[in-house]
Antibody, heavy 120, light 107 residues
């Protein structure tokens, strides 16, 4: 059974840092691309970052320079280092697997989400 | 960035009704559009990928169509377990973007 279990969320002050982790199981982790997607009542679903099988990374402008996605295949783990946090980074953060179907790009498995709250 | 607008923002329908939702893109995204269902307190779940392909294991009452800038998502016969919010998502260009969602409720 495919499982993605996110952890590391919590309360951080504005300007602070958090590191999210996502533990994967039930499939060959190294064969897949992964993303982080967040959701808040104010902004809805937002794509936050992506990492490919060979470590290439992609970010939207609003996190570039602040967030870093990484992976450790030996540990079947995905990470999101979040620095210079702002109040509008408050959201549930989901780790998400990209489907392996050739020629397409959709999210076939989502973790349960971890809540990040940025507040003083 | 590509903007996605969904309509309606919410709707009420009865069990057995045909329900149609719309997603419009701010520019041509060919067929690079996916549909997700989200129930309260749960993560989204993919139903349709590439505008019209049914994900494995998803009931055939769900379908999608469209290309370019206008897409539709249909539930042919609404069931009580279909009560959820439905989101479209484009992957034509980074940054990937999502629509604001359509909340489907029972009348």
């Amino acid at each position: 059974e495919v499982q993605l279990v996110a952890s590391g969320g919590g309360l951080a002050p504005p300007g602070g840092s958090l590191r999210l982790s996502c533990a994967a199981s039930g499939f060959t982790f190294s064969n897949y691309d992964f993303h982080w997607v967040r959701q808040s009542p104010e902004k809805g679903l937002e794509w936050v970052s992506a990492i490919g099988t060979v470590g290439e990374t992609f970010y939207p402008d609003f996190v570039t320079g602040r967030f870093t996605i990484s992976r450790q295949n030996a540990r079947n783990s995905l990470y999101l280092q979040m620095n210079s946090l702002r109040a509008d980074d408050t959201a549930i953060y989901y780790c998400v697997r990209r489907s392996s179907k050739e020629g397409t790009h959709y999210f076939d498995y989502w973790g349960q989400g971890t809540l990040v709250t940025v507040s003083s | 960035d590509i903007q996605l607008t969904q309509s309606p923002s919410s709707l009420s329908a009865s069990v057995g009704d045909r329900v149609t939702l719309t997603c419009q893109a701010s520019q041509d995204i060919t067929y690079y559009l996916n549909w997700y269902q989200q129930k309260p307190g749960k993560a989204p779940k993919v139903l349709i990928y590439d505008a019209s392909n049914l994900e494995t294991g998803v009931p055939s009452r769900f379908s999608g169509s469209g290309s370019g800038t206008l897409f539709t998502f249909t539930i042919t016969s609404l069931q009580p377990e279909d009560i959820a919010t439905y989101f479209c998502q484009q992957y034509d260009n980074f940054p990937f973007t999502f629509g604001p969602g359509t909340k489907v409720e029972l009348k």
